[in-house]
């Protein structure tokens, strides 16, 4: 078991779309040199099932997601597909940007955010619950359609300052195990740690079916489940502190390609 | 006065003497190195029950990061850390007591957890539950016993 290093297979999806799951790290990450999508570091049974669709649990998900597009739901009687139209066209290259500062709202906003937006001041429908099912579908479907496509989260301008904040919280070592993001994830990607091969914890591949939990998992989902690790109070998905931790953990990924829905364990 | 003298006396009836000895966890002192030269319960550990601390996922949980070939039969050794092998002609006793309490007055900034220490946490939580905890609830994650009973087994791993 002992040092397994990220593997050298390439993954292409469906034949045809080609997956960039190493690539240089960006300069704005001192850590690492080469950025790896965990894809890498799941066992070639695992990696399979997201080389094709029709074996991908999480296609699932976006199928489920696709209805839900077409359907009205709150007080204005309206779907998504009335103001988006085709998801394919509308929504490509959508999920490689976010979380991206938004000038109407005044902040950076997540994929959950603009989506329970919609729905809250667009449909009069109620919000989703920021990790469930619903939610999580919708946003399978809208990186669906992106796969292929180098992440590229902006972290300049008016996201600066979250961006600084999320960097901070991704160093911070947390809870009684005094363990940050960085220390499992910098530091000892590659390595085991008990049955885990720990990764470099990165989201392109968001969000994630899990073997484990047989759905799909979201980005706020999976962080709180490892700030818990470290024996710690962990930040409320949808939380200022989580949006700041993802723009930053996206931005790490800058230059790998959307994946997901992804397979994990 | 009276009362108290009572309540500590029934403390040592009830708990098992070596309890009652134990060094606090903010009373241990280590030395310039990150040793620890004095039992932290007043007497020798047990090395068989140090090897089960060892290895059990809810208590020390020591082979999520470190190799011992002596516990072959344990599954899913890890390797964040090194291979415990012969660790005890590396270190001395007094050393391994110094590391296993808190690593990280041996090794600066190490990622290894320290083991008993209660206090200087950021946003501890109630065990794994997510849930913070207040500071004053906050126990080792191994108590004097269980670090002396680790220190007695890991002494026994030598090579030479």
């Not at chain 1, 999508?37 to 998900?61: I, K, V, Y």
């Not at chain 1, 976010?98 to 729905?119: H, S």
């Not at chain 2, 040592?12 to 039992?39: K, M, N, R, T, W």
């Not at chain 2, 913070?132 to 994650?141: H, K, R, V, Y």
Request: charged share 25%.
């Amino acid at each position: 078991l002992a040092n397994a290093d990220a593997d050298e297979d390439t993954l292409t999806i469906n034949g045809e779309i080609e997956i960039v799951t190493r690539t240089a790290a960006p300069d704005h990450v001192d850590g690492l040199s080469e950025v790896i999508s965990g894809w890498h570091f799941r066992a070639d049974e695992t990696q399979a099932l997201e080389m094709d669709d029709f074996d991908n649990p999480g296609m699932l998900g976006v199928e489920a997601a696709m209805e839900v597009w077409e359907t009205a739901e709150g007080s204005e009687g309206k779907a998504c597909a009335d103001c988006h139209e085709s998801v394919e066209e509308t929504m490509k290259g959508v999920r490689a940007v976010y979380p991206k500062y938004n000038e109407a709202a005044g902040e950076v906003q997540t994929l959950e955010m603009v989506i329970n937006d919609c729905r809250t001041e667009r449909m009069g429908a109620e919000a989703w619950n920021y990790t469930g099912a619903d939610i999580t579908n919708m946003v399978a479907l809208i990186s669906s359609v992106s796969r292929g496509m180098p992440v590229n989260v902006a972290i300049d301008g008016p996201a600066a300052e979250m961006w600084e904040q999320g960097k901070e919280l991704y160093y911070t070592r947390t809870g009684q195990l005094e363990l940050s993001c960085a220390n499992c994830h910098e530091d000892n990607y590659g390595n085991m740690i008990r049955a885990d091969h720990l990764s470099q914890g990165q989201i392109n591949g968001f969000p994630t079916y899990r073997l484990k939990n047989a759905k799909l998992n979201s980005v706020h989902a999976r962080f709180k489940g490892c700030v818990r690790d470290t024996r710690a109070e962990t930040y409320a998905p949808g939380s200022p502190e989580f949006v700041a931790l993802e723009l930053y953990v996206a931005s790490r990924g800058n230059g790998l390609s959307v994946e997901g829905p992804s397979v994990r364990n | 006065m009276k009362r108290a003298f009572h309540a500590a006396l029934a403390a040592c009836i009830l708990a098992p003497s070596a309890q009652a000895e134990s060094v606090a966890p903010g009373d241990v002192s280590y030395d310039e190195a990150g040793a620890v030269a004095a039992s932290l319960t007043g007497q020798p550990g047990n090395a068989e029950e140090g090897a089960k601390v060892f290895s059990t996922k809810s208590v020390g949980n020591c082979v999520s990061c470190h190799e011992v070939t002596a516990l072959a039969d344990v599954p899913f050794q890890g390797n964040v850390g090194p291979s415990l092998d012969g660790v005890a002609d590396r270190w001395t006793e007094h050393e391994i007591r110094g590391i296993v309490a808190d690593a990280k007055k041996t090794y600066d900034g190490t990622v290894m957890p320290s083991f008993y220490k209660v206090s200087g946490f950021i946003r501890p939580g109630k065990a794994y539950t997510g849930k913070a905890i207040p500071a004053e609830e906050i126990t080792p994650l191994l108590s004097a016993q269980q670090i002396e009973d680790v220190v007695a087994f890991l002494v026994t791993l030598k090579d030479e």
